[in-house]
């Protein structure tokens, strides 16, 4: 069956690097694109960005510079690293499928993520 | 960027009621909107695409509508299994944008 299951560090000092991975199953990342959200005390839900199942990516210009969204497709993962981090980048971050008919139609379970120094 | 502007914020309900949410755009989006479940602890879950199609599993009971420029959730049979969260998200122009959210809770 389908799963969708995020990794990252927990907490990450500001001005620091984050880096989350996502692991799939159960289907490949050739055939979908993944997406990635994330929600905020602040900003409650927000898109931050995708990978078309071809490679391409497309980011919400909020992140400006700050954001890269790759892929390994020999392991089925999913990277976001997001650089020069904040306090208010504090929240959960969601990678999501999506499908043609359906978008964002499996989520993984999200990872907590606390910008602390 | 689109503006999704949810209402009520939120609101309480019996069981049994008949539950609209709404969702307004603050531009054309056609029918490219979805709606979404989200519990604490939990990923939102897929309810709605394509402003009135119902995602895989979800209960008929509920429904999505869309007259202009405002889209509806309704819940023609209130469960307390409901008590969640309500996101719309429109996905026809980047970047992708969510509404605010609709908390329902059973009275």
């Known amino acids: 069956q389908v799963q969708l299951k995020e990794t990252g560090p927990g907490l990450v000092q500001p001005t620091q690097t984050l880096s989350i991975t996502c692991t799939v199953s159960?289907?490949?990342?050739?055939?979908?694109?993944m997406q990635w959200v994330r929600q905020t005390p602040g900003k409650g839900l927000e898109w931050m960005g995708f990978?078309?199942?071809?490679?391409?990516?497309e980011y919400n210009s909020e992140f400006k510079s700050r954001l890269s969204i790759s892929r390994d497709t020999s392991k089925n993962q999913v990277f976001l690293k997001m650089n020069s981090l904040k306090t208010e980048d504090t929240g959960v971050y969601y990678c999501?499928?999506?499908?043609?008919?359906?978008?964002?139609?499996?989520w993984g379970q999200g990872v907590m993520v606390t910008v602390s120094s | 960027d689109i503006q999704l502007t949810q209402s009520p914020s939120s609101m309480s309900a019996s069981l049994g009621d008949r539950v609209s949410l709404t969702c307004q755009s603050s531009?054309?989006?056609?029918?490219?909107l979805s709606w979404y479940q989200h519990k604490p602890g939990k990923p939102p879950k897929p309810m709605i695409y394509?402003?009135?199609n119902l995602a895989d599993g979800v209960p008929s009971r509920f429904s999505g509508s869309r007259s202009g420029s405002d889209y509806s959730l309704t819940i023609s049979s209130l469960e307390s299994e409901d008590t969640a969260i309500y996101y719309c998200?429109?996905?026809?122009?980047?970047?992708?944008?969510f509404g605010s959210g609709t908390k329902l809770e059973i009275k």
């Open positions: 531009q054309g989006i056609g029918n490219y």
């Open positions: 394509y402003a009135t």
């Open positions: 998200l429109q996905y026809d122009e980047y970047p992708f944008t």
């Open positions: 999501a499928r999506d499908s043609e008919s359906s978008p964002f139609d499996y």
């Open positions: 159960g289907f490949s990342l050739t055939s979908y694109y």
């Open positions: 990978i078309r199942s071809g490679g391409s990516t």
